[in-house]
Every structure is written in C-alpha cells, then in structure tokens.
C-alpha cells in the first residue's frame, strides 16, 4: 500500500488551491454502520464543474457518504506530476451510527485552462490517501467556454 499526503512538498509551476467548501445536509435515507462492510455512497458519486473564471472553478462532488452526524468537511487539493489530486476529511471525531449522503461544493482556484487527469480521495484528518479511499479518478477540461469531465 502506497501512502502520500495531499499536502505534499512536491509542487509544480502551478499550484491549484481551495477556497468556499460547503457541504449539504443529509440525502436521502442513513443507514446503519453495523449493515455495511464498507462505507459506501447510495447513489452514484458524481463531480460537476462549473466554468473557469479568473482562474478558478466552481466543484461540487456529489453523494459522498459520511457519518450523519458529521458537522464540517474540509477539502484541499494540489497539483502533482500533472494530475490535480484532491483530498476531503474530516478532524472531527462523530460518535452516530449511521451513515448517509452529502454534496460537497468548493472553488478551485489557481487552475489554468488546460485538460488534467483528477483524483479525488476521502481520507481522515492527516489527509494521507491510498488507492482504497480514491473515490473518484477521471480527466477534466477546464476551460472558458465549457467544462468536461470523464471518467
């Protein structure tokens, strides 16, 4: 298993930052902790990106499973080897047994117009990602006149 922080020391020219996260209620139904091996989204994790402007992107990542009583959510994110890596936690400690569904929105700014393979992870609060937390990989064009996304 291969660990690094999103974090991380190793920058390139551009360095893509964070600003605005909000997250959104509870969707849909909880579920209990004791009914699933693994936390899982109830429905399909989904990244929208909104147009570029002044160097920066409106995001919102859809259906990320976190415990229901969960408060705030933080995001960071950072440019490495040309691949915008973005990592979303938690430094909270939650004590339900449940789980349900949040979107989370932020801006990513410092972004310049360009196509980037992205990896999205949900990590703890040391932000440290292995490929078992990605919960999102796929490229993304970020431009002026419209965004795409693929996985």
């Given at each position: 298993?291969?660990?690094f ?47 570029l ?12 499973a ?19 890596v ?50 999102y ?6 431009s002026k ?7």
């Amino acid at each position: 298993m291969v660990l690094f922080s999103c974090t991380t020391e190793e920058r390139t020219i551009s360095s893509v930052s964070v600003s605005e996260v909000s997250k959104s209620a509870c969707k849909g139904n909880s579920y209990a902790k004791t009914t699933r091996s693994t936390v899982v989204s109830e429905g399909k994790t989904s990244l929208i990106i909104g147009t570029l402007s002044n160097q920066s992107s409106k995001c919102t990542f859809e259906n990320i499973a976190g415990n229901c009583d969960l408060n705030k959510i933080y995001v960071v994110g950072a440019l490495q080897n040309g691949t915008i890596v973005i990592c979303v936690y938690k430094t909270e400690k939650t004590i339900a047994d449940c789980y349900c569904d949040y979107d989370v929105s932020f801006n990513l700014d410092n972004i310049e117009e360009n196509k980037y393979p992205i990896k999205i992870y949900v990590t703890d609060g040391l932000q440290k990602i292995d490929t078992g937390r990605l919960v999102y990989e796929g490229n993304v064009t970020f431009s002026k006149k419209r965004i795409s996304s693929n996985r």
